[in-house]
């Protein structure tokens, strides 16, 4: 069964910081990893979709990479900002491609 | 354009009530997923459609929850009989084809049973 591990749980930076998210998972039979942001009594917001052939990629201020084999994801954000703070979630599809499974979610801050 | 939308927004139940979530997926999106997400926790998978057809249901957690989709548009979650831990966020995403395709979620139905 396929698992999704997400650390840190919590994480909180001034201004200005470069920072990293992680996201690890168990199957490595995947065929895409997302990266989804989360907002307070809000839904999801799809940041960046990487397909299983690729290794990363790129959206401003955002940077995701994928090792497939490790079964690890990262999430770099350069130069955070207040209106960063949410809840950064990872999610891989299913092996047949009709579900996400998710992890539990990085809730960042940045405080001004 | 307009995105995913669902409705009510916000559910109170009494434990026994029946309740359905429904869901409004973007024009023309051939996929549509329902997920459940309980407090501090990530989403969980509960049921997929390509258009009309439910082709996983494995994450319905009892036979109380049905889903149905029968003109390949809107959605609508059913569940029965609720129960306390019937309480989540109930949260419905489209895309143009499976999950290998950017999903977009909708605000989700914030359901509470007494």
């Known amino acids: 069964k396929q698992e999704v591990t997400q650390i840190p749980a919590a994480l909180s930076v001034p201004e200005g910081e470069n920072l990293v998210l992680n996201c690890s998972f168990t199957?490595?039979?995947?065929?895409?990893l997302q990266w989804f942001r989360q907002d307070p009594g809000k839904g999801l917001t799809s940041l960046l979709l990487i397909q299983s052939s690729q290794r990363e990629q790129t959206s401003g201020r955002l940077n995701a990479s994928l090792d497939k084999s490790s079964g690890r994801s990262t999430l770099y954000i350069a130069a955070s900002q207040p209106g960063d703070s949410a809840t950064y979630l990872c999610?891989?599809?299913?092996?047949?491609?009709?579900?996400?499974?998710f992890g539990k979610g990085t809730t960042l801050s940045v405080s001004s | 354009g307009a995105g995913v939308s669902q409705s009510p927004r916000y559910k109170v139940a009494k434990r026994g009530q029946d309740v359905a979530l429904r869901c409004d997926p973007i024009?023309?999106?051939?996929?549509l997923f329902w997920y459940q997400q309980a407090l501090g926790q990530g989403p969980e998978f509960l049921t997929y459609f390509q258009n009309e057809a439910q082709l996983d249901k494995s994450g319905l957690p009892s036979d109380r929850f049905f889903a149905e989709r029968p003109e390949g548009s809107v959605s609508t979650l059913k569940i029965q009989r609720t129960q306390q831990e019937d309480s989540a966020v109930y949260l419905c995403a489209s895309s143009r084809l499976g999950s290998t395709d950017t999903q977009y979620f909708g605000p989700g139905t914030r359901l509470t049973v007494l």
């Open positions: 024009s023309g999106h051939v996929s």
């Open positions: 999610a891989v599809s299913n092996q047949a491609g009709t579900a996400l499974i």
């Open positions: 199957d490595s039979a995947i065929y895409n």
